[in-house]
């Protein structure tokens, strides 16, 4: 029976003997068994993420799946911002289950780790088992992506088809890789960069263009008919959101330039090793991966508003070019003993940092519970009927509708400040349709540059009194009930 340690010596892989004991077991059980341990601390660290939150985009994914559950028709009958990929899928989830949080919250959470396994996999077929495991860390355990995928908004389900992509890429199957880049193109355009890196070695490497046609074909059989498709059926409400939109934003509030400091300071070795592919051993494959990561990051850096959760885009590029240069720098140290006691201090860094990640993940996800929400919903059940809707901001209004049994007035779902302030929407076209709802009861802002816009405040001062001000860990929630509303 082929063992690890029979087919694999310590002076080729001096990585592998710091990391496993010296135990003849087969290979294929090592390579899981350290897998399996890193997927377990990875979901036991997500278990904390399963819990309803105030802020953030997903609440508006949860309701707009409802509506499709309904009938109701995304680009036609509400405004929706990206390709349809994602949202299809909660609607799905949503038909076949009901409003189900926790099947919800797993289309971000494990679709990464899925993806993550192959390229673990890949790494031990290729030699490099402690690649694979460095990887691992460098990825499932880094603070940002802890945080970003717990939330099924589009952005952990493209990082993890980009993964799929980069795999096929590494694996020389370029149909592949385009499918599942065009895939990923279909959750959020925001994958479309990484085609670039790609596409760019294929034409360089030289040996025939066949492949470059292979994945360029790839992706347009996947994503062409269906964005074709949209464009006929829905026009300017399927053009204006998806592919406009985005280019229409005015700058946020936030400077730039304090969002990247603030992610690279809290994800180090993921920014730190990737430099080190400079005294790696030759990849030619590594420097599409590193013009991909290198690219995004670039791309992100002109962004604004730039928003945090835009890093998942690079960090599986990053974290394959900065474990395949972490494991052949050691692999190309000399002396036994000195490549032994890089890779130790490797393994100990990587592990104090994904240590570090998780606890400040896990700090970050007890503030980001909703623990104002059961007197949120006491109140709209006291002041709204059956019958009556509420309305209000994108990061918590569509929740309380779900969980109330109240509709979203008008089925504004996505009430983004910056849908009004790009122009795509007019606040007075909206505060005049509300004018007309009789059904409005409840009104639920934040403290926004929109929601305290003067025309607002002059929409509500006749009509709305305030009800309560609760308390987050990062925002205020206000709600406003009807003067005339009588009590239930």
């Known amino acids: 029976m082929k063992t690890y340690f029979s087919s694999v010596s310590c002076i080729s892989h001096p990585v592998s003997c710091i990391l496993y004991p010296a135990m003849t077991l ?45 009938g ?48 673990y996999h890949r790494f031990w077929k290729t030699g490099r088992p402690g690649a694979g495991i460095a990887f691992l860390a460098l990825f499932l355990f880094n603070y940002e992506f802890l945080k970003i995928s717990s939330h099924p908004f589009g952005l952990s389900l493209t990082g993890a088809l980009l993964m799929m992509s980069l795999y096929f890429f590494l694996e020389e199957r370029p149909g592949a890789a385009g499918i599942f880049w065009g895939l990923g193109a279909l959750v959020g355009l925001y994958a479309l960069p990484w085609g670039a890196a790609a596409a760019g070695w294929y034409l360089l490497r030289g040996g025939g263009k066949r492949p470059l046609y292979f994945f360029l074909g790839g992706f347009a059989a996947v994503f062409l008919p269906v964005n074709g498709a949209l464009l006929l059926l829905f026009r300017e409400a399927y053009l204006t959101p998806v592919f406009l939109y985005h280019f229409l934003k005015p700058p946020g509030q936030e400077i730039v330039a304090d969002v990247i400091i603030r992610v690279i300071r809290r994800n180090l070795p993921l920014f730190f090793a990737p430099f080190l592919f400079i005294w790696a051993g030759k990849e030619s494959k590594g420097w599409a991966v590193l013009s991909a990561g290198a690219g995004y990051a670039a791309i992100l850096c002109g962004l604004n508003p730039l928003f945090t959760q835009y890093y998942m885009l690079p960090l599986p590029f990053l974290a394959w070019i900065g474990a395949f240069s972490l494991n052949d720098l050691v692999r190309r140290t000399a002396g036994t003993w000195a490549r032994r006691l890089a890779a130790a201090a490797f393994a100990l860094a990587l592990a104090v940092a994904s240590a570090d990640g998780v606890r400040r993940y896990l700090l970050h996800e007890r503030g980001t519970d909703f623990k104002s929400l059961p007197a949120c919903l006491d109140l709209i059940e006291k002041s709204c ?63 926004d540059r929109l929601w305290t816009d003067p025309r607002v405040l002059r929409f509500l001062e006749p009509r709305f009194d305030l009800a309560a001000v609760f308390e987050e860990s990062n925002e205020q929630i206000f709600l406003f009930t009807r003067k005339d509303q009588k009590p239930q």
């Open 26 to 70: 087969p290979r294929t059980v090592w390579k899981w068994s350290w897998f399996a341990l890193a997927a377990a601390g990875y979901l036991w660290a997500k278990s904390f993420a399963l819990h309803y939150t105030a802020s953030g985009d997903e609440n508006a994914y949860f309701y707009m799946a409802k509506l499709m559950a309904e």
């Open 385 to 447: 009927g059956t019958a009556g809707v509420i309305f209000g901001q994108v990061t918590c209004a569509p929740l309380l509708a779900l969980l109330s049994g109240r509709e979203l007035a008008l089925d504004l779902v996505d009430t983004n400040p910056m849908r009004f302030l790009s122009g795509v929407a007019r606040i007075e076209e909206t505060l005049s349709a509300l004018e007309k709802e009789e059904r409005l009861c409840v009104l639920v802002l934040q403290e």
């Open 72 to 119: 109701k028709v995304f680009y036609r009958d509400f405004f929706f911002a990206h390709p349809p990929l994602e949202l299809a899928l909660l609607a799905a989830l949503h038909v076949l289950f009901g409003f189900n949080l926790l099947l919800l919250k797993l289309t971000s959470i494990l679709p990464p780790l899925i993806a993550a396994g192959f390229i």
